[in-house]
């Protein structure tokens, strides 16, 4: 079972970290990290990941994990990684992103009138491209999952080992990782967050968004 996470800079370490953690424990998982030439990849906190693969050494993927980046990019100044990722979506089982990773689905032209989340942030911006949006952790939409933000990756990695593997190797990897979160706070959602603070931070991201 081939799993591929596309790698670039500026992307969210625990986009493809939180996942990466669960899928690459599933039985026969062969895991490749990719993205546009071999090396070092820059995170958007500066922690430094390693890719192993390029592009062009994959043609297909049994699952497919894009991860989101805290610019919100869409990778529109990339219409080569946009193809592959059409490209490979193609020969997928699964094809999946996290947080605003959704947006960079859509412009690769891949959720045209389907349901979609992504970052409550960002959410909104999937109609661009002609999906759906969805307030929710997890939204499954045929082949297609779509997590909300960065943490809820860790959820829809656990929903995908369930699928593929069973409930018991998804709960015994769940208990591997001590997955068993209890907030400190109450403010993990817009629903939840101190209105300031959410004014604050909702201004502060869309100044930082790439534009659609």
Sequence with gaps: ?????????????????????????????????VAKKIGAIHTDS???????????????ADILLIPGAGNATT?????????????????TTWTTSV???????????????????????????????????VESRIVESGKIITAAGVSAGIDM???LAAKIAGQRIAETLQLGIEYDPVPLFNAGSPAKANPDILK???????AAFEKP
């Design 1 to 33: 079972m081939q799993i591929i996470f596309l790698f670039y800079d500026g992307m969210t370490a625990l986009d493809a970290i939180g996942p990466h953690e669960i899928l690459c424990r599933l039985p026969g998982a062969k895991v490749h990290r």
């Design 46 to 60: 500066d922690l430094l990941l390693h890719a192993d693969s390029t592009l062009a050494d994959v043609s297909h």
């Design 75 to 91: 990778l529109r100044d990339y219409p080569e990684t946009l193809d592959w990722i059409k490209t490979i979506h193609q020969t």
């Design 99 to 133: 947080c605003t990773g959704s947006l960079i689905l859509g412009a690769a032209g891949v959720l045209k009138g389907l349901k979609a989340t992504s970052h409550w942030a960002a959410l909104e911006r999937l109609q661009t491209w002609g999906a759906k949006p």
């Design 157 to 159: 990695a656990l929903a």
């Design 200 to 206: 604050a931070l909702h201004a502060y991201m869309n």
